[in-house]
C-alpha cells in the first residue's frame, strides 16, 4: 500500500550553480527531488507545478562525502538530482521559488 506523494514532497527545491545556469540556456532545469522519487513522478510534479511541458526527465544519485570541520567529521547525505528538459516554448524561472 503505497502512499500517493505530493509534488511539493517529490520536488524539494531549484539548484541554482553555475552549472544549473548554464544548461537553462538549454531549456533544463535542475531539482533536488526526493530519493526515492521516480522519472515519471518527478515529470508529473514538474508539469503539476509549473504548468510546464516536460519532454525528458534524467536523474543523478550523489553518494554523500565525508567532510571535516574544525576536526570534527560528519557523513554528508545523499542528494538526488533531476535534470528536466522541456519542450521548446516553455521555461521555468527557478528564481521566484514555487
Known sequence: MSKKK???????APVITEKSTLVSE????????????????IKAAVEKLFN?????VNTQLR?????????I???????KRAVVTLEEGHSIDVTTGL
Not at 567529521?73 to 542528494?79: F, I
Open 6 to 12: 505530493d509534488a511539493h514532497d517529490v520536488i524539494r
Open 26 to 41: 538549454h531549456n533544463q532545469v535542475i531539482f533536488k527531488v526526493a530519493r526515492d522519487a521516480t522519472k515519471p513522478e
Open 52 to 56: 510546464v511541458k516536460v519532454k525528458a
Open 63 to 71: 553518494k554523500g562525502k565525508m567532510k571535516t570541520f574544525r576536526n
Open 73 to 79: 567529521r560528519a557523513l554528508q547525505s545523499d542528494v
